[in-house]
C-alpha cells in the first residue's frame, strides 16, 4: 500500500502525462528572512498556481499560509532542513520537522538539504538516511537537494562534483535530486546519465537575463533533466506567474528558448 500511495503522491508533484516538474521552492524564510517576493505567502503562492507550477517547498510553519481555499490546487513539498545565515556554519543543515509531523500536515512530499564537503557532512548524510527511510515506510515522496560545498571544492557548479550529488541522492534513496546547472547541455548529460532518478535544477541567485534563465532550462531538459526547482528567479520575477509558464512551455511542451520569451513578452 505504501508503493500505492507513493505513485499518487508523486503525480501531486510531477506531471503524469510528461513525467516532468516544475517546483518553486519558498522556503527562504529560515535561512534569509522574508525577502521581497515571499512576505506576502497568499499572494506568492497564488500567482505560482496561475502559472501552472506543479508544486511548491515550503517549511512547516508556512503550510497553512500558503494553503488553497479555493481555485487550482498544487503540490505540497515540505522542507525538512534548515540553517539560517546568521550562523559561521550556514552550510551545515539540520532536521528540523520529520516525515510523520508533516504528512499529518497533508505533504505530498517532502524535502531535504545536503551540502557534500561540509565538515558537517557526515551528520547530514546520517539525517539523510533516517529521512529516507522513514519516506519510504510511510509512502512520501523525497525530493534531495543536493550541493557539493566545502574546503574540497574549487567549483560548485564543476561536472565532476555536481554529477557525484546527484549519484549521492540516487543512492540513499531520494526519488527525484535537485543539483545545479553545469553549464552546457553536454556537461549535464553527465549528470543525467550516471542518475536513475529525476533530476531537477537550481535556479541559483537572482538572475538579470530572463533568456539566460530560459536557456538554462532548456539546456537541462534537453540534456535528460525533468525539470526545474526555481525560486528567486521565479518568485521574484517582474510577473511570476508569466515566468513560470514560460518554464512550464520548455519543461513539458518541449518548447523553445524564442517561444518561451514570447510567452514573458505577450503574456
Wanted: hydrophobic share 40%; with cysteine; proline share 3%.
Amino acid at each position: 500500500m505504501t508503493f500505492l500511495g507513493k505513485q499518487i503522491r508523486m503525480e501531486r508533484i510531477i506531471n503524469r502525462n510528461t513525467g516532468n516538474t516544475v517546483i518553486v521552492p519558498m522556503d527562504h524564510g529560515i535561512s534569509v528572512g522574508p525577502i521581497d517576493g515571499l512576505k506576502d505567502m497568499k499572494t506568492a503562492v497564488q500567482n505560482v498556481v496561475s502559472g501552472g507550477a506543479n508544486a511548491i517547498v515550503v517549511h512547516k510553519g508556512l503550510i497553512n499560509a500558503g494553503h488553497r481555499k479555493q481555485g487550482s490546487d498544487i503540490g505540497l513539498i515540505v522542507h525538512l532542513s534548515a540553517s539560517t545565515i546568521l550562523t559561521p556554519y550556514p552550510n551545515s543543515k539540520t532536521l528540523v520537522s520529520s516525515v510523520e509531523e508533516v504528512i499529518k500536515m497533508g505533504a505530498d512530499a517532502v524535502s531535504i538539504h545536503l551540502n557534500l564537503g561540509d565538515d558537517n557532512e557526515k551528520d547530514m548524510l546520517k539525517d539523510f538516511g533516517k529521512v529516507s527511510y522513514d519516506a519510504r515506510t510511510w509512502g512520501l515522496p523525497l525530493l534531495a537537494m543536493i550541493y557539493p560545498r566545502g574546503k574540497k571544492i574549487k567549483d560548485e557548479y564543476d561536472v565532476k562534483f555536481v554529477k557525484h550529488a546527484a549519484r549521492v541522492g540516487n543512492e540513499m534513496g531520494a526519488d527525484l535530486v535537485k543539483v545545479s546547472y553545469t553549464g552546457s547541455p553536454e556537461t549535464f548529460y553527465e549528470v543525467t546519465s550516471g542518475c536513475s532518478i529525476p533530476v531537477v535544477i537550481a535556479g541559483g541567485a537572482k538572475m538579470d537575463s530572463e533568456e539566460d534563465i530560459l536557456e538554462m532550462v532548456k539546456g537541462s531538459i534537453d540534456a535528460g533533466g525533468s525539470g526545474v526547482s526555481i525560486g528567486r528567479n521565479v518568485f521574484q520575477h517582474k510577473n511570476p506567474e508569466l515566468m513560470v509558464k514560460a518554464i512550464s512551455s520548455i519543461v513539458h511542451e518541449k518548447r523553445s528558448v524564442e517561444d518561451a520569451l514570447n510567452i514573458l513578452t505577450q503574456g
